[in-house]
């Protein structure tokens, strides 16, 4: 039984001497992949889909992968949150970042879609410190990890920076144990490509799957590959302080690669955190379609107020003018003399007042107009303009039976702006002979238009329309019929 142990043991020692990669497969594999290119400001072609495309790649070769695309400010600083929680497991991490990117002061950033930026300063409020990634790495202390940027397109903004240095600076400080790798040399700038991928990612999609070949020799096939393409333009760079090897692909050069099938993973992912992390940013673009929503009912709701303010103005307006054209009628009339007005009272008479007679009997006769009124209206609410017609109709004042509604040009006959008194209903001003006693300003008129039916106020002479089913508390009913 020994004897088998020995042999096992050995057997086992002697695979890691020929092939050591075979247990860094085994080791977790923590991957987050940005790409930005929905831009509103110099947009972007190809990082999306060189993001989704280098996520499939490491998911074949183990990578448990969180995938982010055209991400805010909020979803890039969580993001990096969150892969750097999962680092704290151990294995290897790779971040790679596909969009726009500049320097600041020898400080990298990274830009997310939605980054308003005026002026230089706003930078390190709007964008993501490229250092931040490394120190969610240096934080988890997993030992091994790979920054891949492909972030050196030209920078957008240039116009309104007083640095206009280009392309991205070569950081200064990271963690031990970390593999470095940008898109084109300091201070230049990569290009986005012409066809679904930058030739960065393209690159990267086609030597990270050549089994046996430690990192270092991967990257130096990225270079040489771009190096040709470009007649020697676009020259990645790496910086790296790994101490041991790492194969993206174990296995042994020119054999085939262990690659995990696409849909799996070689590492366990915690799903409960992916699910949570989807429904986060499910329920916040809920939130913000229910605001769009909302201030497009605010805004619809103040075009109808207007529209209605508009409405209510020109009717205003038109009553306006019908007064003035009255008052204007008027005016050519006042002077004719009283010749009707009678120099006695008649029998039961108690009185009369230039122009009015008022009788014992509830009446008063005006005697420019011949027209008999009622003393005073009906001397409370009345609820429209159908009830108002049926009191006038229904008078019986000085025992006549002929009582009937007033017609606007007859109530505009009884406005005198000499002549003013306090209602009862309200302390307004009613500009018409005491010897007719209105509890309110508005008497109601026998004209109607379709649903509506008019109203004359004593108040400035205006003219109205209303709803004949209006319930209106200020309006009033005032009979009048022909006298004899």
């Not at 379609?289 to 009912?297: F, I, N, S």
């Amino acid at each position: 039984m020994q004897a088998m142990s020995i042999r096992i043991f050995l057997i086992l020692f002697i695979l890691v001497l020929i092939n050591p990669s075979s247990l860094a497969a085994t080791e977790q594999r923590i991957a987050l992949v940005i790409g930005n290119s929905a831009y509103t400001t110099g947009p972007l072609k190809n990082p999306v889909n060189d993001a989704t495309d280098i996520a499939a790649t490491l998911q074949r070769l183990g990578f448990s992968v969180i995938i982010i695309k055209n991400a805010s400010q909020r979803v890039m600083e969580e993001s990096i949150q969150e892969f750097g929680n999962k680092l704290k497991r151990g294995g290897v991490g790779l971040f790679y970042y596909a969009g726009h990117g500049l320097q600041v002061s020898g400080v990298n950033y990274l830009i997310p879609v939605a980054a308003n930026i005026n002026q230089e300063s706003d930078v390190k409020y709007e964008a993501i410190d490229a250092n931040k990634v490394l120190d969610a790495m240096a934080n988890a202390n997993n030992g091994l990890n790979i920054v891949i940027l492909d972030a050196c397109r030209d920078n957008p903004f240039t116009r309104s920076f007083r640095d206009s240095t280009r392309g991205l600076a070569i950081v200064s400080s990271a963690p031990a144990g970390t593999f470095i790798s940008y898109s084109t040399g300091p201070g230049n700038v990569a290009r986005d490509g012409e066809g679904r991928n930058s030739p960065y990612a393209a690159g990267l999609i086609k030597h990270m799957t050549e089994p046996g070949q430690p990192i270092e020799q991967v990257f130096k096939s990225v270079r040489q590959t771009l190096a040709t393409q470009s007649g020697g333009k676009q020259i990645p760079w790496e910086l790296s302080s790994l101490q041991g090897n790492f194969y993206f692909a174990p296995g042994t050069a020119g054999k085939a690669p262990i690659i995990v099938p696409e849909g799996k993973t070689a590492a366990p992912r915690d799903d409960l955190d992916d699910e949570n992390r989807k429904l986060e940013a499910e329920q916040q673009r809920l939130d913000e379609e229910r605001a769009v929503l909302a201030k497009q009912k605010s805004l619809e709701e103040k075009r109808q107020k207007i529209a209605k303010q508009k409405e209510q103005l020109t009717i205003e307006q038109e009553a306006a003018r019908q007064v003035a054209a009255e008052r204007k009628k008027q005016k050519k009339t006042t002077t004719i003399a009283m010749a009707k007005q009678p120099s006695k009272s008649k029998t039961g008479e108690a009185g009369s007042v230039v122009r009015f007679v008022a009788n014992n009997d509830g009446t008063v006769l005006d005697t420019r107009t011949n027209l008999m009124w009622a003393a005073k209206d009906n001397g409370d609410f009345i609820a429209n303009w159908s009830n108002a017609e049926s009191y006038c109709e229904n008078y019986r004042g000085g025992g006549y039976t002929d009582w009937r509604m007033p017609t606007q040009n007859e109530l505009a006959g009884l406005y005198d702006e000499a002549k003013t008194y306090k209602c009862k209903w309200m302390p307004s001003d009613v500009h018409l002979t005491e010897s007719i006693l209105l509890t309110a300003t508005w008497v109601w008129s026998s004209e109607t238009r379709g649903s509506e039916a008019a109203f004359f106020s004593f108040y400035d002479g205006s003219r109205h329309w209303v709803r004949q089913s209006s319930d209106a508390s200020k309006l009033r009913a005032l009979p009048v019929r022909s006298g004899k």
